[in-house]
């Protein structure tokens, strides 16, 4: 089996510039890197992760902390990060936080602590000061994806204006009637995403002269069935029937097109639904949404890390960088009656 001696030989560098090359570590020329890279393909050289570990103090691993493994948003975000992460040699470790408080204590008190892993991404998780500290004190580079954390490079979506965008978007069609389908109180969330979408709703409703109306609102848990249910009881209230419907999640809002279908009605002829995502399934459903982007929201997540990870890195720099968000608008939103 060829070793590092054989990759110098044949790129005529020294076996300190080809781990250099290999790792990623200290600086080298654009040509000898690719020199050395080809040296190695052709011998059909593998860096020992373990040497390479010892050698420079890091595993080339990162840490992605999640509150839920089964929700698409979350798999969306670790696809993106995923192959940003392999583009830079490095691996992932995945800790799902569903198990509770203990669980969580013990992935913040143990696991990442334990050197397996370089840096952290914490995905819509708001980090008590002592975990964030715990990372730091250790110089483990951490990045939020979410919302604002002291102390932490963060990347915040403003689920105010996200959801303020959507009721708009059905106000300028002409809908007075708009209901929302919100989350329960066993879904707020880290962040209170489903109360600032229930706020930038409300905001956008009174800016357009409309008083809220509590009898428009259901919450639902951020499934497909949960907004099928909610749905199912915003359409049952003959008085109160909305022409619209905004649901704080794309799940939910193809639930709420189901339970529509189901009851009789036509969207959007008798009904317009819109949600937040862009999620895969949205197109299908020809659901009009607002896209947040989340395998994008990944991959900068791994672009602040590698500028905390390597200082050469041209990285996003910002404390708090502003993720981006845009309306799509298909078919599942009209003016009413149309």
Do not use: C
Not at 229 to 241: S, T
Request: cysteine-free.
């Amino acid at each position: 089996m060829p070793g590092i001696n054989d990759v110098a030989q044949l790129a005529g560098v020294s076996t300190a510039t080809v781990s250099r090359a290999l790792s990623g570590n200290g600086h080298v020329s654009e040509a000898t890197r690719q020199r050395v890279h080809a040296a190695a393909l052709e011998l059909e050289y593998v860096v020992s992760s373990n040497a390479s570990s010892l050698a420079t103090g890091r595993t080339k691993n990162v840490g992605i902390v999640i509150p839920f493994l089964n929700r698409w948003y979350y798999g969306a975000v670790i696809e993106g990060a995923e192959s940003a992460l392999l583009s830079h040699g490095y691996d992932l470790t995945l800790y799902n936080l569903g198990g509770g408080a203990d669980e969580r204590r013990s992935v913040f008190e143990h696991f990442l602590l334990r050197k397996r892993v370089d840096a952290v991404v914490a995905i819509a998780l708001e980090l008590t000061e002592r975990e964030a500290g715990r990372l730091t004190d250790i110089n483990k580079p951490i990045v939020g994806i979410g919302g604002p954390l002291p102390g932490v490079r963060t990347l915040s979506l403003d689920d105010i204006a996200v959801a303020r965008l959507a009721t708009e978007h059905l106000l300028s069609l002409g809908h007075q009637v708009i209901g929302h389908i919100g989350g329960d109180s066993a879904s707020e969330m880290d962040f209170h995403v489903p109360s600032k979408r229930r706020v930038g709703y409300e905001a956008a409703l009174q800016d357009a002269g409309i008083t809220p109306d509590p009898e428009l609102f259901q919450a639902a848990d951020f499934t497909l069935q949960g907004g099928y249910a909610a749905a199912k009881q915003l359409f049952g209230n003959p008085r109160k029937r909305p022409t619209a419907v905004f649901a704080a999640s794309d799940e939910m809002a193809i639930g709420t097109i189901l339970a529509a279908r189901d009851l009789g009605l036509n969207v959007p002829r008798d009904v317009s639904v819109i949600g937040v995502d862009d999620h895969e399934l949205s197109d299908f459903f020809g659901l009009s949404t607002i896209a947040q982007f989340p395998a994008l929201q990944g991959r900068l997540a791994v672009d602040i890390l590698m500028g905390q990870l390597h200082p050469g890195h041209q990285g996003y720099t910002q404390t708090d960088t502003p993720l981006p968000f845009e309306l799509i608008v298909r078919s599942s939103t009209a003016r009413p009656g149309v």
